[in-house]
């Protein structure tokens, strides 16, 4: 099978700094591909050099096994790569319809008396909410007063209705109560058994762990390989994440604090 | 949790969904987020004190409420434009100067250069636009708060409108506007009154107040109150059922989630700061030419009247949300108290103190409906 998208060898530098290194990624369609590191690590420079935000310095996208030249997030989006960003890309004071179909407005009618055709919006946005199985009371009502787990899965319906085949899910569940959360990654599980490919950033290894397929670690730019998810184990992702090393180092530390403080108290 | 890839198809009321604690919006709590609720209250409450304190004092006669229409008139093709630029999160103080360039230039190119008439007002138009097109240009470009550019423009703009005038015409005002060309169409368009027949026939069956001559006080209805009602019907229109009105929204609401998803961001400012310099053209004609002359210090202080018609009309200042049927009803509240202060006998003067807590209370308000509508989860 030919991934949606892949990088092969890409190479990232903002002046100095080099953020990635000889990195190869794939997503497959059909499966939850989950971005692992720490701040720093390059999760952030990897997606967007996937959803057009920045070209790669060096090496190769490819969208479905072709290499592609990607100038900015509209050209992404164009074939079908859709990004949720943390912060949403949702105005809390405009309507839900309005978040929905904003930049990309239905219009009835002719020349400049085409208008945006609110009633048809509202039904389109009623039906795709139905189907993820958020009841939406009124279309018309501001998107602040959604819950985070509702917003969050509107973006991504969003991305999904205007013809997403890749979904890039940065963070979607780290703002999120348990019960929220478990409503986004239900979504998630949902996009992917209809075949979409998804790529998830997580910090969260929870969430994490109950919805990815494969794992890719990253640290300081560079990959530390990709699993799936038989091959490792939670513990040994929360040993990566983690930062590995460092993690066994602190926790001796505290320990030896822990034991100062019953010496001394 | 190896069995999450056979996850079941939610049901729309499923266990722990967030549904189940759903109550569905009334009608009032519907009503609650319009944004012109607040001004709707105003002047339903401004008229029942009207009514009771001066409904017999004249206020309430033809004279009376065209009069108050007229002022509130003014203020409110103004005050459309400056909703929607408000909405989408910016302010345009030169508003008032540009009112004063405008009529110099319409007055000069007049009388000094012998323009006819609607070709003076073209020049005034595409001149006055040009310099909207810089204030946005200026404010996008540099990313500096519009408050202060249009700050400079206010300063600049009447600067050059008084100092050109006098190097030209020797004076600062510019009289006889319409005698060379009396006939202009767009003496009718903005200056001429309207319906004078049907008044003349009101003041023949003694309905409405006629002087000795037979002829009404009131010879018609001033066409700047159908410009009026028409730039914000036009507007409300943009804003609530076109693509540009959505994106005003957006752009006022969260530039960078609106830029995410592809709306031209800079473009729509620009626009809106276009179209409330033609608005300021728009009333220089009406003045210029109902009067035919011009001042280069008309439209002194216009922009805050604009301002506060808006904000009255519960339009946020931060941008976002808002309104310009309640611009409407904010410069017919402007217009109301100033015209009603006179026939109730208090002193005049209160009429800002009047205003100013009126601005006040009405942006306590606005806050309070936004936090209800944003968060009635």
Not at chain 2, 186 to 204: E, L, N, Y
Request: include cysteine.
């Amino acid at each position: 099978m030919t991934p949606i998208i892949e990088l092969q060898s890409v190479y990232k530098s903002f002046g100095t700094v080099v953020a990635l290194q000889d990195l190869s990624f794939a997503v497959y369609p059909g499966e939850v591909h989950c971005l692992l590191g720490d701040n720093g690590a390059g999760k952030s420079t990897l997606i967007k050099i996937l959803a057009g935000v920045h070209p790669p310095t060096r090496g190769t996208y490819l969208i479905d096994g072709e290499p592609v030249q990607i100038g900015s997030p509209r050209q992404a989006l164009d074939r079908g790569i859709g990004t949720v960003y943390q912060d949403l890309a949702m105005i809390p004071l405009l309507s839900v319809t309005r978040n929905f179909f904003l930049g990309r407005e239905p219009k009835i009618g002719w020349g400049p008396f085409a208008r945006f055709d609110v009633d048809h919006a509202d039904a389109i946005v009623i039906r795709e909410l139905a189907e993820i199985g958020i009841d939406i009371r009124d279309p018309s009502q501001a998107v602040g007063t959604l819950s985070g787990g509702e917003r969050q899965c509107l973006a991504i319906a969003r991305a999904v209705h205007f013809g997403a085949r890749v979904l890039i899910l940065d963070e979607p569940t780290s703002a999120l109560g348990v019960h929220q959360a478990a409503i986004v990654l239900k979504y998630v599980a949902q996009a992917r058994n209809r075949g979409l490919g998804v790529v998830f950033i997580s910090h969260n290894i929870h969430h994490a762990y109950t919805v990815a397929d494969r794992f890719t670690l990253l640290n300081r730019g560079r990959s530390r390989g990709t699993y799936a998810r038989s091959e490792i184990s939670r513990d040994e992702v929360l040993h990566v994440m983690a930062g590995g090393e460092d993690l066994s180092r602190l926790e001796a530390e505290i320990s030896r604090l822990g034991e100062q403080k019953r010496l001394h108290g | 949790m190896a069995s999450n890839t056979e996850m079941a198809p939610l049901s729309p009321k499923g266990m722990g969904s967030d549904t189940t604690r759903i109550r569905t919006s009334s009608p009032i709590a519907r009503l609650l987020r319009r944004p012109e609720l607040g001004a709707l209250s105003g002047v339903i409450l401004i008229y029942a004190i009207f009514f009771a304190v001066a409904g017999d004092s004249g206020m309430f006669t033809i004279e009376g409420i065209i009069n108050i229409l007229q002022v509130s008139a003014e203020i409110g093709i103004l005050a459309a434009a400056a909703a929607l630029l408000m909405i989408a999160g910016e302010f345009d103080l030169s508003i008032g100067s540009m009112i004063g360039i405008a009529g110099v230039i319409i007055g000069l190119s007049a009388t000094v250069y012998g323009m006819p008439l609607s070709v003076s007002f073209l020049i005034a138009l595409v001149i006055c636009a040009g310099i909207g097109a810089l204030n946005g240009l200026v404010t996008v470009k540099t990313g500096l708060p519009s408050f202060i550019v249009t700050l400079a423009s206010l300063l600049i703009l009447r600067g050059l409108a008084i100092s050109i005038t006098r190097y030209v015409n020797g004076y600062t005002q510019i009289p006889k506007i319409t005698q060379s060309d009396p006939d202009s169409i767009v003496i009718s368009i903005f200056g001429a009154r309207i319906g004078q027949p049907v008044f003349a026939w009101m003041a023949d069956h003694g309905w409405i107040a006629a002087r000795a001559n037979g002829l009404p006080v009131v010879e018609g209805l001033p066409v700047s109150i159908v410009w009026w009602v028409g730039l914000t019907l036009l507007a409300t229109w943009v804003l609530l059922r076109t693509q540009f009105g959505n994106w005003i929204f957006a752009v006022g609401g969260d530039p960078s989630a609106a830029r995410n998803v592809g709306v031209p961001v800079h473009r729509v400012k620009i626009i809106l700061f276009i179209l409330t310099a033609v608005a300021a053209v728009l009333f220089a004609a009406t003045q210029v030419l109902a009067v035919g002359s011009a001042d280069t210090l008309r439209g002194t202080q216009k922009e805050f009247d604009a301002i506060i018609a808006v904000v009255i009309g519960g339009t946020l200042l931060t941008g976002g949300y808002g309104s310009a049927i309640g611009a409407m009803l904010g410069a017919l509240i402007y217009g109301t108290v100033q015209i009603g202060i006179l026939y109730i006998g208090i002193d005049s003067d209160l009429f800002k103190v009047f205003l100013g807590l009126m601005v006040l209370v009405a942006v306590l308000f606005n806050n309070y409906v936004r936090r209800r509508a944003t968060q009635e989860r």
